[in-house]
């Protein structure tokens, strides 16, 4: 009767309420806010209180930095306590991370039901440790996403046949509430709208429920982090940043094949995100099980949510993507002259937006000159002829070699003399001046990443301006493969 009236919850919070003072005085407001607060009293059985903590990571921390503390104190209010049990409930207020460093909380939605007692040696805080920890966490995790195009937005995006299907899925995952499918798995050729339709379901989340954490990055920025992290030997802190994360995008995931280390580690976090109910969302060139060099188990796990693929575009899309082009722009362009882009420039959006903003830009340098079909032919001449007949990476390589004399096989060697590396900077060159393969696709047929590359096509650039015979090298090369 006694304990009752003594620990009913009213007591226990007003109790806790005096503790909170109490340690806000002695953590200070920013370790306060960070990790008491965001705590609340349950129930006391037999002298054990609960306390509830939104999350795993949380949990661990204040177990470790507080609890001895916070048993102690509540001793001098209570001297019915006898001990806590810290558990994970999803009802609690969650932190959120977010990408301008900010933080606040919002409901957990996770769930995880795991109580453990204090353990008897825990250590009182170190406040440096703790604020150093925290900033470094939210930091990492705000730098952790790719800054978001303004223009990739739902409304923006036109809808066809070809892309229906990865539209809705797209729709159905930002608008939230029950997690659909886990993960959404986005494919299709280059330049289709995959990107374009992750930032959309960024954007949605991040006007409708603000409180989410939205991750966006690539899979070869994750692979970078993941190998910063070993190389610095932080995996923990690596884990512990995607764990605050409520839904996570990972782009281009055929950027991780052939990666065994980071492929494990993509697949143990993207694992624990799903078993947490996160959502994820993923991008590829090809559906899960086309992707070559990714391990088995991964490619089933990364195949069991939704399969969404976005068809090569219509004529009748693409007539409607230029339409919708016309109208942010501002800038009237023929019925003809449309057709004709829509016609002509069938391989991917990518380019068609490219050709479009050419001959809007075109006419507004000639101060108004009218947009007509003359024009357009005349203004994408060359990148028309480049359409006609495309310039594949391994011609390019061919063809340098040749021209240098040099056994092809040198442009995927690890030798650095000067006689083959030069041809193959100038390969690397012209295979970001003639195709439309991104600096990693690149790399890639040259067994090097894309740093090198650019390193490259810099290094060439600014040879050119200085040595003649370099210049018209690439001037031959260039006519010999356009021919
Ligand atoms: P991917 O990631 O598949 O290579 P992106 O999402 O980067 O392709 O799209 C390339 C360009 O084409 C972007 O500028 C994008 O806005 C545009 N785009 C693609 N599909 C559409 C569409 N259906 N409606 C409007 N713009 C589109
Ligand atoms: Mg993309």
Redesign the pocket.
Same mark, same amino acid.
């Given at each position: 009767m006694v304990e009752e009236i003594i620990n009913n919850n009213e007591n226990l919070k007003q109790q806790w309420e005096q503790l909170c003072t109490q340690l806000k005085n002695e953590l200070g407001e920013v370790n306060f806010e960070s990790w008491i607060k965001p705590m609340s009293p349950g129930d006391i059985k037999n002298g054990k209180i609960d306390l509830f903590v939104p999350t795993n990571f949380m949990r661990n921390w204040v177990v470790t930095n507080y609890s001895e503390r916070i048993q102690m104190l509540w001793k001098s209010f209570n001297e019915n306590i006898s001990d806590i049990n810290f558990i994970v409930n999803p009802g609690a207020p969650q932190r959120i991370f977010r990408r301008d460093g900010t933080t606040s909380f919002s409901r957990a939605s996770s769930v995880a039901n795991n109580s453990i007692n204090s353990p008897k040696t825990a250590p009182i805080t170190n406040n440096t440790k703790v604020i150093n920890k925290w900033n470094s966490i939210s930091e990492t995790l705000a730098s952790l996403s790719a800054p978001l195009d303004p #223009? @990739?937005t739902f409304e !923006? @995006? &036109?809808?066809g046949k070809s !892309?229906e299907f990865a539209y809705a899925a797209a729709r159905k995952v930002a608008e939230g509430g029950e997690v659909a499918f886990n993960p959404l798995f986005l494919y /299709?050729g &280059?330049?289709?709208?995959?990107?374009?339709l992750m930032h959309a379901i960024a954007w949605h989340i991040k006007e409708k429920c603000p409180e989410r954490t939205v991750v966006y990055l690539s899979a070869e920025k994750f692979m970078y982090k993941f190998v910063q992290a070993i190389r610095y030997k932080d995996t923990m802190t690596f884990k512990e940043q995607f764990r605050a994360v409520d839904v996570l995008m990972v782009d281009d995931v055929q950027f991780i094949c052939n990666k065994e280390n980071t492929q494990e580690e993509f697949f143990h976090t993207f694992n624990s995100l799903i078993e947490d109910n996160r959502q994820i969302i993923l /991008?590829a060139d090809k559906s899960p099980s086309n992707l070559e060099g990714i391990e088995g188990r991964l490619k089933s796990r990364l195949g069991c949510g939704l399969v969404a693929d976005i068809h090569p575009s219509t004529f009748d899309?693409r007539l409607e993507?230029l339409k /919708?082009k016309e109208q942010q722009s501002g800038v009237c362009v023929p019925e003809k002259v449309k057709e004709f882009l829509a016609h002509k420039i069938t391989s991917n &959006? #990518?380019e068609l937006?490219g050709a479009f903003q050419r001959v809007v830009a075109h006419s507004q340098l000639l101060s108004g000159c009218e947009i007509t079909l003359e024009l357009a032919q005349n203004v994408l001449k060359d990148m028309l002829r480049a359409f006609d007949r495309r310039v594949t990476i391994d011609e390019i390589q061919k063809k340098v070699a040749d021209h240098y004399n040099i056994p092809q096989r040198e442009m995927r060697s690890k030798r650095r003399a000067r006689s083959v590396a030069r041809p193959r900077q100038v390969a690397m060159f012209l295979a970001k001046q003639l195709t439309s393969r991104s600096l990693p696709e690149i790399g890639r047929k040259f067994d090097r990443d894309h740093t090198t590359v650019m390193h490259a096509v810099r290094k060439v650039e600014e040879l050119c301006g200085i040595d003649n015979s370099l210049a018209e090298d690439l001037d031959a090369l260039r006519r010999n493969l356009e021919s």
């Open positions: #223009r @990739f !923006n @995006f &036109v809808v !892309n /299709s &280059v330049g289709l709208g995959k990107t374009h /991008s899309l993507i /919708s &959006v #990518r937006e």
